[in-house]
Every structure is written in structure tokens, then in C-alpha cells.
């Protein structure tokens, strides 16, 4: 016996074809790809600058509140997108001296301060930078570098 | 009769919208992915004593100098215990070499002002390359005053070596 065929009700949702979430992943997905791209260039306490190479350096994981000096090219000292004065970085570094310790007096031995310097610059201005961290005891520090694998690239 | 064989036939028409937002969210990932390069880091530990004569120096240290190379701008050249070393990639072989490949021995890095940072953090590669992990900046000259001091006291440790 032919099985009746039930034409399906034009009204009734249900029945039609179901919600498509395709575009939506889609576009959710893009939108978490082109934000993932952006965020790290978009990074307003980073200057632009051209980092030199080191096959030894190791991964760097940010940590919240770390200070990071830029040293630009021709000798100017950036932080977070803000030219500073000498007299400015020594207020920053003594704020940085008083969060480095903690309230027992122990020094957090995972902030260091990141120093990202153009290779170019001249290092009589990275070594007066230095000097002001010495000067408000801040010892600990490090240097900004390019990835090796990825300046190969570049090259390429 | 022909029609329900036309219908029969009549296969479901592929999709490609997917696939192609697929390859799309490929391409603009690829497209992007190499300006997100990581940044790495070198760390260091500034000495504590400042001036001519800090305490690295006075014990047995190798002393790895970087120079400007006079009218040469973007060139630099190394003294590693005062014999020079003008290849950059040999540094962490003579400095093993100068400490009989021990690597416990103090190592105070010395650069001139004007040169390029990129050979300063180059030395400090090289000694970590060669597993030597006390490096030592040598104390920035101290202001004004005490400057031409500083720089006289250099030049008769230079000197006297």
C-alpha cells in the first residue's frame, strides 16, 4: 500500500527546515580571528619598533601591571604610547619601586621590568634607562626581543 | 512517465556556501597570522654598585667589550679580554675559551655609548649561548662631574691591562 505523502504546513515552523547556525558560527568565528590578529598589534603601551634578534631569549608571557619602557630610535622613552621626560620615567619607576615589594617587604620575583629598544638605538640610551632603574633599585630586568624564527621569515 | 524520471534524477544541488567561508576564515587567518609575531626576552640583572670600580670587577672576570668601529656608524667589533673578536657568532666559543670552558666565571658586558643596541644584546646572547649566566652591565659613567673621572679611571684600567 502507497504510503500517503503529508505535504508539510507552510505555517507551522517546526516542520520547515531548522534554524541554520552555519553564518552565525561563521561570522563568530571571524570576529574572534580578526580581534585575536588585532589586539596584539592595537597594543597601545608597544611602540613600533624593530626589535633585535636573540637565539636565546625565552617566550615572553605578560603579567598584569608590568612596566614596559619603550626606547625609541632616536633616544625617546615611551610608555603607554606617552613620550616621558627623565624626570617623568623617575616618577614612574619609583611608583613601579613601591608595587615591586611587597607589603612583608619581599621583592615579586617574576616583575621585571621589559625594556624594548629599537635596535638601532644607541645604546647610551638604553644605558640611561639603566642607570634610573639602578638608581630607584630595580634590578630586575629584560630585554624585548624578535622571535629568531620569525625574523627568518621576515627575511625571507 | 518522462517527468517522474526527471525528478527522480534530480539530485540534491551541493552547497558551497560553506565551504567557501571556510576558506575564507583560512585565508584571512594565514593573511594576518605572520604580523602577530611573539615577542621574546632576554633577562638581565643591572649591578647593584655603581661607578668605575663596581665589586664584578675587581674579582676574576672576563671583560666582553662592544666598540663602534670610528666612521662606521652600523658596525661594531668585540674585545673579549682585550683580543678582538670581529665575528659576532664566535663570541660564546672565546669566552668559553678565556674561562677554560668554565661557565661560573662573572662575565661584565662594556659597550661604548654610540653604539648600536643590537650588539649589546648580541654579547649578552653569546654569554647565555655559552650557558654563562652572570653578566654583569658595566655601571653607566655617572652625570656630569664625576664623568671625566670616571672616564680617566678607565683609561689607566685599560692601560695597566
Known amino acids: ?156 | 512517465m518522462a517527468k517522474i524520471k526527471s525528478q527522480v534524477n534530480e539530485e540534491p544541488a551541493d552547497s558551497f556556501t560553506s565551504m567557501i567561508d571556510i576558506v575564507f576564515l583560512l585565508l584571512i587567518f594565514f593573511i594576518l597570522q605572520p604580523f602577530k609575531s611573539p615577542e621574546m626576552k632576554l633577562r638581565s640583572e643591572l649591578p647593584k654598585d655603581s661607578g668605575p670600580s663596581s665589586s664584578t670587577d675587581n674579582m676574576e672576570s672576563i671583560r666582553l667589550e662592544v666598540r663602534t668601529v670610528p666612521g662606521q656608524e652600523d658596525s661594531a667589533y668585540f674585545k673579549i679580554s682585550m683580543v678582538r673578536v670581529d665575528d659576532p657568532d664566535r663570541i660564546f666559543r672565546a669566552l668559553l675559551n678565556q674561562a677554560n670552558n668554565r661557565t661560573d666565571v662573572p662575565v661584565v658586558l662594556d659597550a661604548d655609548e654610540a653604539v648600536h643596541f643590537k650588539y649589546v644584546l648580541k654579547a649578552l646572547d653569546q654569554c647565555y649561548k655559552a650557558e654563562m649566566r652572570d653578566v654583569k652591565f658595566s655601571a653607566p659613567p655617572p652625570p656630569n662631574a664625576a664623568k671625566h673621572e670616571y672616564m680617566e679611571t678607565r683609561r689607566q684600567r685599560d692601560v695597566s691591562r
Not at chain 1, 26 to 38: A, E, G, K, Y
Not at chain 1, 49 to 71: C, H, M, Q, S, Y
Open chain 1, 1 to 156: 500500500m502507497a504510503k500517503k505523502r503529508v505535504r508539510p504546513d507552510p505555517a507551522d515552523c517546526s516542520a520547515g527546515a531548522g534554524f541554520d547556525m552555519t553564518p552565525m558560527i561563521d561570522v563568530t568565528f571571524l570576529l574572534i580571528i580578526f580581534f585575536m590578529c588585532v589586539t596584539e598589534r592595537a597594543d597601545s603601551s608597544k611602540a613600533k619598533l624593530k626589535l633585535p634578534v636573540a637565539d636565546k631569549a625565552e617566550k615572553d608571557t605578560p603579567i598584569p601591571g608590568r612596566l614596559l619602557i619603550n626606547v625609541l630610535k632616536k633616544g625617546e622613552v615611551e610608555i603607554m604610547g606617552q613620550r616621558r621626560s627623565d624626570a617623568e620615567l623617575e616618577d614612574v619607576l619609583e611608583l613601579e619601586r613601591q608595587a615591586s615589594v611587597s607589603d612583608t617587604g619581599d621583592e615579586f620575583p617574576d616583575r621585571a621590568i621589559l625594556i624594548r629598544a629599537d635596535e638601532q638605538t644607541k645604546y647610551g640610551d638604553v644605558q640611561r634607562v639603566m642607570g634610573l632603574c639602578m638608581k630607584h633599585k630595580l634590578w630586575r630586568i629584560a630585554f624585548a626581543t624578535k622571535d629568531p624564527i620569525m625574523s627568518q621569515y621576515e627575511r625571507h
